[in-house]
């Protein structure tokens, strides 16, 4: 009697001290230490030792010490590769071996353990057994044939790191979840819904896999078509301020949209996002609240969205004067009116002008002015900004003035016959009226005044280039009044020596 009580104080000492070590573990972050196997060990423990001899019959008796043994080294097993891998990992004191590896030696030691106990216990020849029996083997072959595929699929999603426990991974199907454990035999996913997914590993193995990592971001695509008749760099930026105004919408990295593909009736365009949920469901919120914002800023941008319409239309040729960006007669007169160039020309000047003009329109980035080639226009900014840019002897491109409306390019080449001295890039969408050199021949013809300003703005933009002194600046002024004289000379009407040099 004293034995077992003194039994049942150790059995009951080893559980709270378990217990405690597990509380600790939790408090420390470090693995649980294994509960289940050693408990289990202590109690049959407890109880093989309180039964009398006379209960149980002699030849049980290997039996219950072949069970008993058996479960205290399965135990002994787990507690030491708790505390010599698991642990010691957890603190980076040494690293940690691939789970699979882990289990799978587990498997064989406890494996070896069973042979030796039921050998030595029980009198059991294991080995024998399985070698000499032929069916045995075969049925066990083709029985373990899909066990042994997970198993190798196992340690190979392992030791190849395709994942991790608590990724988000998605396997095709539909299937798509957080890994919350990989095993000898299955992959564990708990689905966005809550449900836990089990997946033999041999599936696993054998679909592509998409891994998010534990948290996203992941990128998000979105399409959809807007009107032909919202200019793209409009149409972009109304997505994109719809993007970064949607807290779901991470800013780093931060939204695109960008023409996709020209539709029927409309203009498709993709908008990127990045979001910080992967699941699938996160993305039809994301989608739905970002199609219906979208709805409403076109709406304040006086825009809807375009409806499936078919205009049937015999194609025309553009009469000649047809301006691209739809500015009309007068709209170009008053441009032209505004211009530094032309504003004092008289009015007849400018009507005789406007017609042979027109305006066009450049998206953002789009090179307006290629350095070097030749040149036979000049631009009057209506609407966006352009940079210029000089390319330096060593190759380097140089922004070397930016400019906005109204502003004048071009002109230079235009009006000396040199190649275009430098790039003009639009950095926003531009409206930009152009006259040709051919058209500004009827008024120039006997205006010498507007010849001289003209040569005055070339010397100053051409000064600031090669950053020239004003003697020379002044010198180059009238050679190349001189040079616009030949150049227009049939038209002016005039003796280009009698002008200035
Ligand atoms: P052109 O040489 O015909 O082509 C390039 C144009 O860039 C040039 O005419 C000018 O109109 C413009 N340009 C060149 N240098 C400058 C400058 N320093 N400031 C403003 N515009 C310039």
Redesign the pocket.
Known sequence: MMAILTNLLIAIGLQILLLTIRVLCRRRRIPRIPLRLPSFAIWLWLILSSLPDSLVALRFRPWLDSALLLSQSYAALQLLVWCTLEVPGSVSWWPRPPKILRDLGMLVVAAVITVMVLQEQAKINVVGVVTTSAILTAVIGLAAQESLKDLFAGIVLQVDSSFQEGDFISAGNGIEGWVVSLTLMSTRLQHVHGALITLPNSKMWSTEIRRFGPRGPIAREIHLNLDLDLPPEKATTVLTEVARSNPLVLSDPEPTAFVYAYADHAITYELEVWQEDPTDNGFDVLRGQLLAQIWYALERNGRTLPYPVRELRPKARPAANDDPAGYDLPSRLDLLRQNVLFGHLNASQLEQIAPLTRCIRYASGESI?V?GDQ?DA?FQLVRGRVE?I?LMDDGRPKT??Q?GVG????????FSD???????RAIEECVLLEVERDDLRPVLEGNPRLVEELAQL?SE??A??ISLSQEVKQAQTNQLIHQMLQIFSNLTGGDADERPR
């Open positions: 002015i350095e040149g000049l210029v000089k070397v003035a400019l502003a004048i390019f071009g002109e230079m080449s235009v040199h190649p275009r001295s430098a790039s003009v070339v933009r051409r600031q280039l």
